[in-house]
């Protein structure tokens, strides 16, 4: 009986080294999947981390090409801006050459298209362009010249104020506001 007794503590001895074994063997399997699969994270992060990077050098690029388009926008801008300037000073010698009891009357009556009736007296507006500069401002509110408005926004700039909270005190386009912030930079 001893013997049957030692050979069953051998089996048993035995099937508790084959569980032993197997559970060793399985957590090695188990640990080459994990790092099989940690290493195809860490190539997916390399992935994402490589077209991160491309997109922001295309972010960057497209900056870059927006800055120099809105410098040209705004150098054309200027252009454009002088030279109503020189014609309005041209507009502003010629009517300064008149008489002031003269009524300035367009040749081909463009003044007429723009006129507004009066509702409070029933009369159409003056035709002289001061007269005409009166009603506006007083149908619209005050009249600002961009030179004007241009150095509010510059001034609003520089006390810090938000470009969308400028654009919405003067009325503005926001983009407006940004373009006119950059040239004073």
């Known amino acids: 009986m001893k013997n049957v007794r030692g050979a069953g503590m051998e089996i048993f001895y ?11 063997f399985f957590a090695l399997i188990w640990m080459a999947v994990e790092k099989k699969n940690a290493r195809d994270y860490r190539l997916e992060l390399d992935e994402r981390e490589h077209e ?8 960057e690029q497209l900056l870059n090409e927006l800055n120099n388009f809105s410098g040209y926008i705004v150098d054309r801008l ?9 014609l309005l000073a041209r ?6 050459n008149l008489s002031n009891a003269e009524i300035i009357q367009p040749a081909n009556n463009a003044v007429d298209d723009i006129k507004e009736p ?9 035709r002289s362009e001061e007269a005409y500069a ?14 004007e408005r241009k150095n509010e926004v510059i001034k609003l700039y520089k006390k810090g104020i938000s470009s969308t909270e400028i654009a919405r005190m003067l009325n503005m386009g926001k983009g407006e506001i940004e373009l006119i912030s950059r040239m004073c930079k």
């Open 134 to 147: 009166g009603f506006l401002q007083g149908k619209k509110g005050k009249l600002i010249s961009l030179d």
């Open 78 to 86: 200027e252009e454009k801006q002088k030279s109503i300037e020189d």
């Open 52 to 59: 991160l990077r491309q997109v922001i050098e295309d972010a």
């Open 118 to 126: 009066d509702k409070t007296e029933g009369e159409n507006t003056p």
């Open 91 to 96: 507009i502003d010698e010629k009517t300064g």
């Open 14 to 24: 035995i099937c508790v080294i084959l569980v032993g074994i197997c559970i060793v």
